[in-house]
């Protein structure tokens, strides 16, 4: 009797080889640049300002960036991002042996890599269904094993080694991000070429972007998507940009502490990331992305009011596993509605919500505990959680989600067909 799975093709094996890799170094980066922001000042507003400059790529570029990668290779564009992203982070490693560091110098490699990572994330959301032929399933079980692993390296293991690797000086978590992105770069070059999508009828980028921006604004189902993490960035980011302070103040945890409560965070995303598909499958896609929603908020009201580092652990943890959910069943269910043609567009529309609203979360989290108490942003960040799982669940909903992939599978099965009889 055979199996009806199927299997993963190879090339996504590597794919998720360079998405591991790059993930452990930046785990050890999350870790070590507030805490490299830390020796320099502990000025709310100034961090704030840190977290915000990774961000700002997507505010200015997002659209236009999604537009270019419809364009481009998208193999290459992954390969060249992440190879431009290994040199630049040897600028700073220079200034940390040099005792050159300062808060623009950190403000503006943050910048510099969340450019480099919108290419590449971009351009990974749309060859990933290209390598797999749309297909709902495969996506999923895709999704999952990428971002357990993106959880397992940038939460749980890289977070306490970019806290151990500081202890040996300033300038090696950075180098050793350097070469995880040198790495990936390297085997990414290696994974097969993907033809591109039909090309348009010839237009302006401004108009191809504008097209992809209006699409996720036109379908319910995708502004739903989108809205989530848009309105969920603001608040993380809010209690991102305390957290450290919020840990070593309230929380009496030291560096090395700090690194293993983000680690709490990534161990309940790695059970969460497991449990997405399963999950998906008892209670439809859209009921358990709200339900995940309303957890995330639920969990962070539970940091809010920790007593102790025990409390605030389990906390980020539940936070983070709902959050793992999320990021396998949303990507997934977008990437098999959506038409190829239309996918880094789209991507990149999506994310940049998400991304343009993480900003006003770091400034909101950092006016917030200058003027009121350190446990206020995440309060607040508990709340705008709450309120946005009311707004969203009925725009996913499982009836709106099903309606959503019936119309996208004959689309999806075309292009399968033109494929496979094209292989001598």
Known sequence: MTSGIQKLPTGFGRLWTAQTVSSLGDGVTHAALPLLALTLTRDPMALAVVTAAGTLPWLLFGVLGGALVDRWDRRRTMWVADAARAALLGIPAAAAVLDGLSIPLLAAVAFFLGLGGLFFDTAATAYLPDLLRRDPALLERANSRLRGAQTAMSGFAGPPAGSALLALGRAVPLLADAVSFLLSALLVRTLPVMPRPVPEARESLLRQARAGASYVFRDRVLLGLALRPAVGNVAFLAVETVLALFARDRLGIDTYGFGLLLTAEAAGGLLGAGIASSLGRRLGTGTALTCT????????????????????????????????????????????????????????????????????????????????????????????????????????????????????????????????????
């Open 293 to 424: 929603a309303a957890v995330e908020g639920l969990a962070i009201l539970g940091l809010a009011a920790a007593p102790n580092p025990y409390a605030a652990g389990l906390a980020l943890a539940v936070c983070g596993a709902a959050m793992g959910a999320t990021m396998v069943l949303a990507p997934s269910l977008r990437q098999a509605i959506v038409p190829a043609h239309l996918m880094g567009r789209v991507a990149s529309t999506s994310r940049m919500l998400a991304m343009c609203a993480a900003p006003v979360g770091a400034f909101l989290g950092g006016w917030l505990a200058t003027a009121y108490d350190i446990r206020t942003p995440l309060y607040a960040a508990a709340v705008l959680l709450l309120a946005m799982t009311a707004v969203t669940a009925s725009m996913t909903s499982n009836r709106r989600v099903e309606a959503a992939l019936r119309a996208a599978a004959p689309a999806a099965e075309e292009p399968a067909r033109e494929s496979a009889s094209g292989v001598a």
